[in-house]
């Protein structure tokens, strides 16, 4: 239905920071979370106004970590969301969670909330490498959490997990993922680390006191997750995402099959009536505007047809069902053959991409080197 819409909520506060992370989150700003939560809540009181005729089929609450936010203020954005939105009933509600910060207290009050899916970041499966990346938990701790999650009935659960990271070899990812499968999650997500500039990481390496693994070693770990996930039960869907049948994070369908969202929260991004355009980055300011959703809106752009058509091919392309021909034209109304006709040769030739029936995909080696592909369907 055309009236569907997703919400993303950002709640841009952590425990600490972790070596690698250049997201939008701070840690040490215990002081603002409550003039932030009251900020946000106007801005969920403002976008419901305005969105009043959508109905609501997924929230991702993100970050940051929101649950290191008190139980009272997660209730608080808990309850001003259905206050607001006209929110499906089999509607996805994920909240993204870290170990350390859920105890029974959270996670009963996430579950009469309605959240019905957990999303936890471990990353690695070994405390040496919990360490060595700045991450607040131990392996312990996720498996306590992991175990009273379920035991309070979430029935959906996903594990972030990260490779390629320093000194690590494969062996210490084949354990990482025997290791959480044995535990069943419904979702696993596994990302290969990038080095950002300006993080810890950025400067370590910068210095050559870390060293990442080479290209190699980084395709080899993915393809085994690949390959292993696969004999667990899981599904690869998407580049880096693996469900049991039935668990595909609908959230994320909602940005790869170019659906319109609304983000809210600090740096939060939206994509709306073909417009994308960002919320301010500056905690300070975001607190000061008060939820007035016209002044905190950044860098609004109306996305070209040219850049329309990219945006939909490499994000439904990241999808491993990859994109219907027929279903492009429709969304258009143009001829996705005549547009792209030459450039989908050339890439079949290349061997990076399929067309079996008018099913456009990317092959195991287009998987590989997805940027590459998708950036030929960038306007000239
Ligand atoms: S917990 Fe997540 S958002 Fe927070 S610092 Fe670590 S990686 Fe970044």
Redesign the pocket.
Known sequence: MDNQIGLYIHIPF?????Y????A?Y?NKNEQMASYVSALKEEINQYGILLQNHQINTIFIG???PTVLSPHLLRTILQSLFHNFNIKSEAEITI?S?PGTLDLEKLQLLKECHVNRLSI?LQAYQNSFLKD????HTVEEFVQNYYLARSLGFDNINIDLMFSLPNQTLRDWMDTLKNVALLNPEHISCYSLTIEEDTPFGQWEAEGRIKLNDAEADRAMYHYAGWYLNKMGYKQYEISNFSKAGFLSKHNLVYWTYKPYIGMGLGAHSFYNGERYHNTYNLDQYIKLSGSIAVLKEDAEKISLPMQYAEYIFLGLRLLEGISVEQFNHTFQVSFEKLFGKKIEKLVKLGLVENNKNIIKLTPKGLDVSNTVFAEFLPE
């Open positions: 952590c425990q600490s920071k972790c690698y992370c250049d997201f989150s840690a970050g940051g970590t993204e870290n970041g990346l700045g991450r607040i």
